[in-house]
T-cell receptor
Framework: KNQVEQSPQSLIILEGKNCTLQ??????????LRWYKQDTGRGPVSLTI?????NTKSNGRYTATLDADTKQSSLHITASQLSDSASYIC????????????FGAGTRLFVKA | DVKVTQSSRYLVKRTGEKVFLECVQD?????MFWYRQDPGLGLRLIYF???????EKGDIPEGYSVSREKKERFSLILESASTNQTSMYLC?????????FGPGTRLTVT
């Protein structure tokens, strides 16, 4: 079954600290994996996108990694800021025809001052 | 910059009402999508469209219909709103791998 699981479900960290969010997937065949940031009450905004051949991609203080062998991805946030408080959603797209995109349930990150 | 807009940020409707949610994108994308988002469930695909007047069911189409009369506009219709359709509704359009989301409409059905 094609699934995307994220952990932890929620995370609280102090401002300035680093954190890592996890995404495990069983989607096959794999096409690409994306991380989105969603602020409360707003639509998701893309952070990174990685295809099979990419294992790291950065966007400012956000660094995503992908291990296609173990079907795991992580999103590392460096030197967290209060504005990083949001939901982070992992999305995996299948490599066959159609638009089969599977969304993780998200990790809710709270950054405290 | 790609822009996806939705007609309302917040909407309150009564049970049994017909509800229209409008979505407009300005980047000439062929593919457009409607999702609903509920706590702990992530985004679930309701319907999508890959061309004008074309539509395909997603994972949870029951109770919904869609309309795509123009390339830039994709409408979601709740024929007879029910309380279990209270949710956040997100529209998206697609270019290659990248999917761009609108700000969402929080619909409450009372």
């Amino acid at each position: 079954k094609n699934q995307v699981e994220q952990s932890p479900q929620s995370l609280i960290i102090l401002e300035g600290k680093n954190c890592t969010l996890q995404c495990n997937y069983t989607v096959s065949p794999f096409s690409n994996l994306r991380w989105y940031k969603q602020d409360t009450g707003r639509g998701p905004v893309s952070l990174t996108i990685m295809t099979f051949s990419e294992n790291t991609k950065s966007n400012g203080r956000y660094t995503a990694t992908l291990d296609a062998d173990t079907k795991q991805s992580s999103l590392h946030i460096t030197a967290s800021q209060l504005s990083d408080s949001a939901s982070y959603i992992c999305v995996v797209t299948r490599g066959t025809g159609g638009f089969k995109t599977i969304f993780g349930a998200g990790t809710r990150l709270f950054v405290k001052a | 910059d790609v822009k996806v807009t939705q007609s309302s940020r917040y909407l309150v409707k009564r049970t049994g009402e017909k509800v229209f949610l409008e979505c407009v994108q300005d980047m000439d994308h062929e593919n457009m999508f409607w999702y609903r988002q509920d706590p702990g469930l992530g985004l679930r695909l309701i319907y999508f469209s890959y061309d004008v007047k074309m539509k395909e069911k997603g994972d949870i189409p029951e109770g919904y219909s869609v309309s795509r009369e123009k390339k830039e506009r994709f409408s979601l219709i709740l024929e007879s709103a029910s309380t279990n359709q209270t949710s956040m509704y997100l529209c998206a359009s697609n270019r290659a791998y990248e999917q761009y989301f609108g700000p969402g409409t929080r619909l409450t059905v009372t």
